[in-house]
């Protein structure tokens, strides 16, 4: 069976680093014989841009009729503009929300040989292994009323944080049966202590708790979840929290990797299968978590590993691989510690910086399925 990619690679480092996420696709795809089918469409600013719209139809019905999207980044200087009538930024959050990707999967790992790349003390970093699920269409980013306007005593501005129990039912779900295939442990991030919608959040946490008496359950409030990412990481197994909350919580913790170059995402419409039934894949949108890093667009510096690694996702969860997965994450991991860098994870006289084709093309030839 024919498995139909959708290639949204936007702006900035998108581009470069989608680039080397199809290199890793053409190998697997060499090695493994399933055909991929892959179809390229504009989004972001360049959407904006060329068809003045940065989510153009054409990129919505290819993302619809796809197995899987690989989605690169978008925005830039260039469509900053806050009374602009489009943002770049609406061409991943309309994908999000069009697609129904309510889980965001973001993994935290430290690899071994990083360990000395963090800011953060290599002690601290010993056995973290942390799996982050953000609720992605709901809450702050989305919920109406979502405006500006002007009164006679001056601006105003408004967003929301409103969710359905049946939001929070599904998001607090993929975090208890996520943790049930870890280490069993779930940390419900809110701020329960002021917002209703976190009492909601923690009410319905507990209640579920008891469907799943094998995990065990805390409530944490998200200022002090902050604190403990940075002080004592290995304490968490699998984190759920709002959107908003998710957001910050993971830029904040892609700092224990080493550098936001190095964490991957799947946006999924449900519980992840590891290796979808054959036949039946399971659209998912995979992305690094990184933004579009125009400061060094265009100069072979950004790091691919967070695009590499999230096709490794979606061969697992969307494309019913999860041998060929497995051996991109491999391929990753040898290649570090041959002791290859990009610029962003690189210690000073220490190992070789790489551009970011070189570094894709290294972890190419590490592949092994
Ligand atoms: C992310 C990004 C996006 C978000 C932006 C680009 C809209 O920061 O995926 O974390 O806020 O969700
Ligand atoms: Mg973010």
């Known amino acids: 069976m024919q498995l139909n990619i959708a290639l949204l690679p936007g702006d900035g480092v998108g581009p470069e680093v989608i680039a080397e996420g199809v290199k890793v696709l053409r190998r697997v795809e060499q090695l493994t014989d399933a055909p991929f089918n892959l179809e390229t469409e504009l989004v972001g600013g360049i959407a904006i841009d060329e068809v003045g719209n940065p989510l153009p139809a054409a990129a919505l019905d290819l993302a619809r009729r796809s197995h899987a999207v690989l989605f ?19 061409a991943i959050l309309g994908l999000r929300k069009a697609l129904g990707l309510f889980a965001n999967l973001r993994p935290v790992k430290v690899f071994p ?48 944080l409103r969710y359905t129990e049946g939001e929070i039912v599904r998001a607090l779900r993929v975090g208890f049966e996520l943790a049930r295939r870890r280490r069993g442990k779930l940390t419900s991030v809110d701020k329960a202590n002021v917002l209703e919608s976190s009492r909601l959040w923690r009410e319905i946490a507990i209640e579920l708790g008891k469907e799943y008496p094998d995990v065990e359950l805390e409530h944490m409030l998200v200022d002090s979840c902050a604190m403990a990412l940075v002080r004592t990481p290995s ?51 995979y992305e690094p978590i990184h933004g ?39 391929a990753v991991e040898r290649v570090l510690e041959q002791g290859y860098r990009t610029q962003d994870i690189a210690e000073e006289g220490a190992g070789s910086v790489l551009s970011t084709t070189e570094m894709g093309q290294r972890i190419v030839d590490a592949i092994e399925v």
């Open 292 to 330: 579009s890093a125009p400061d060094i667009a265009g100069q072979g510096k950004a790091n691919p590993i967070a695009t590499i690694l999230s096709v490794a996702f979606m061969l697992r969860y969307s494309l019913g691989l999860s041998d060929a997965g497995a051996a991109v994450e491999q």
């Open 72 to 90: 690169g980044a978008v925005g830039g200087p260039k469509w900053d503009d806050p009374l602009a009538p489009h943002r770049p930024e609406d």
């Open 113 to 160: 040989s990083l360990i000395n790349s963090s800011s953060i003390k290599p002690s601290v970093l010993e056995g973290v292994d942390i799996l982050v699920i953000r609720e992605l269409t709901g809450g702050l980013y989305f919920a109406k009323p979502k405006k500006r306007w002007q009164t006679s005593r001056g601006r105003r501005g408004v967003d929301t």
């Open 235 to 285: 304490r968490f197994d699998v984190l759920v929290a709002e959107n908003m909350f998710g957001d910050i919580l993971t830029d904040e913790a892609a700092i224990l990797a080493g550098s936001l170059g190095m964490l991957p995402s799947a946006s999924l419409a449900g519980i992840p299968r590891e290796a979808g039934r054959r036949g039946r894949p399971a659209l998912g949108l």
